[in-house]
């Protein structure tokens, strides 16, 4: 497993810095996932390894997002100029996206299943 | 003794971890509860120790910030759920494609309709634009357009825990169902955060929350530029 988490920590660092030499808006992160995701396709299945690795931290993964919300409270001062809009894009705006989003995700899936089972 | 303790480089970790761990043990105690969900409680235990102990923000952030950057390393490792669940996502490309980009619209208008209607400047509406995409794509966007990036930072992580804590109880009273459709709206809307949420439904909901990530972070680096010379026009 400690070769797959290698691998895995040189795709984030050359991911990085092959996104900040381009100077492209893509995260370097989101490289190392196209790379690692044609590795696996080719290869036709993910390597057992990286699977073990995945299903480990899986569960965890919100903890790796406190350190960050710790921060939005230290910050909260930089919203205070506009809050009101703020407050409503984020809980009126997303709670808005999640239903329109989630339920013509849901309606035309439907659509695609019943299309295919009907073939 | 204590200051000591407090200035230790690994504080912050441990910290941040035990708190997590506190907050999961409790929230499955109570019965999973939406607005106690652990991001949520681990977040607001840690600030009150910070609070109490009077430990600045910086110095805790320097101590737990390997969490934050095994970020990128769980970002690389989705590669394995995608894989497993490839069938499923390529049976489902049509409907996804034609779900994101009204999605994806959505989530830019909902963000500027208020400022809009109220008249803000236009570094506003940079600022709240991208907040659906991930963090540091909205953060490149709102860069690009004249937004305050620190602003934009605070407010995508804000919409992340929102989607994370509160996003599945309002597709369930939505009546969305369907694993692939609850996933691909988490992620969309609430990018990372509401990925991660995605995971501990199931991996096929966390599969299709990934894809709702990544496919708006890449539509949303398109349509916010567009958005915001039409408006200005």
Redesign the interface.
């Known amino acids: 497993m400690l070769p797959s988490f290698a691998i895995?920590?040189a795709?984030?660092i050359f991911?990085?810095a092959f996104a900040a030499t381009i100077g492209w808006?893509?995260?370097?992160?989101?490289l190392?996932?196209a790379v690692?995701?044609s590795?696996?396709?080719w290869k036709g299945?993910?390597h057992p390894d990286?699977?073990r690795?995945?299903d480990l931290?899986?569960?965890?993964?919100?903890?790796?997002?406190?350190?960050?919300?710790?921060?939005?409270?230290?910050?909260?001062a930089?919203?205070s100029a506009?809050w009101?809009?703020?407050a409503?894009?984020?809980?009126?705006?997303?709670?808005?996206?999640?239903?329109?989003?989630?339920?013509?995700?849901?309606v035309?899936?439907?659509?695609?299943d019943k299309r295919?089972s009907d073939a | 003794m204590l200051e000591t303790v407090l200035i230790h480089p690994l504080f912050?970790l441990g910290l941040?971890?035990t708190?997590?761990l506190a907050a999961a043990a409790l929230w499955v105690r109570f019965g999973r509860p939406a607005i106690g969900?652990?991001?949520?409680a681990?977040?607001l235990l840690?600030?009150a120790v910070?609070v109490v102990s009077g430990l600045p923000?910086d110095v805790?952030?320097s101590q737990?910030?390997i969490?934050?950057q095994?970020?990128?390393?769980?970002?690389?490792?989705?590669?394995?759920?995608?894989?497993?669940q490839?069938r499923l996502i390529r049976?489902?490309w049509?409907?996804?494609g034609?779900?994101l980009v009204?999605?994806s619209a959505?989530?830019i208008s909902?963000?500027l309709?208020?400022?809009l209607a109220?008249g803000?400047d236009s570094a506003?509406l940079a600022?709240?634009a991208p907040?659906?995409a991930?963090?540091?794509?909205a953060v490149?966007?709102a860069q690009?357009q004249g937004g305050?990036i620190?602003?934009t930072?605070?407010?995508v992580?804000?919409?992340?825990?929102?989607?994370?804590v509160?996003?599945p109880s309002?597709?369930g009273a939505?009546?969305?169902?369907?694993p692939?459709?609850?996933g691909?709206?988490?992620g969309?809307?609430?990018h990372?955060?509401g990925?991660?949420?995605a995971?501990?439904i199931s991996?096929i909901t966390?599969s299709f929350a990934s894809l709702?990530m990544?496919l708006n972070?890449?539509l949303t680096?398109a349509l916010v530029p567009l958005f915001l010379s039409l408006l200005g026009s």
């Open positions: 895995l920590v795709l984030v991911g990085d808006p893509v995260p370097g992160p989101a190392g996932l690692l995701t590795a696996f396709a299945r993910p990286f699977e690795l995945f931290a899986a569960p965890w993964f919100p903890l790796f997002f406190v350190p960050a919300a710790v921060g939005v409270v230290a910050h909260l930089l919203l506009a009101l809009h703020v409503v894009a984020i809980f009126l705006g997303t709670a808005l996206v999640l239903v329109i989003t989630g339920q013509l995700a849901q035309l899936l439907a659509l695609t295919k | 912050g941040t971890v708190a997590y969900h652990p991001v949520l681990a977040t840690v600030i910070l923000y805790f952030y737990a910030a969490l934050h095994a970020l990128g390393g769980v970002i690389v490792l989705l590669a394995v759920p995608l894989c497993r490839a049976d489902a049509a409907p996804l034609m779900t009204v999605g959505v989530a909902t963000a309709a208020l400022p109220a803000a506003l600022t709240l907040k659906s991930t963090a540091a794509v490149e966007i690009g305050a620190g602003m930072a605070v407010i992580i804000s919409t992340g825990i929102f989607g994370a509160f996003g309002i597709l939505a009546g969305v169902r369907d692939r459709a609850v691909f709206a988490l969309l809307a609430s990372a955060i990925t991660a949420r995971f501990q991996e966390g709702g990544i972070a890449i680096i």
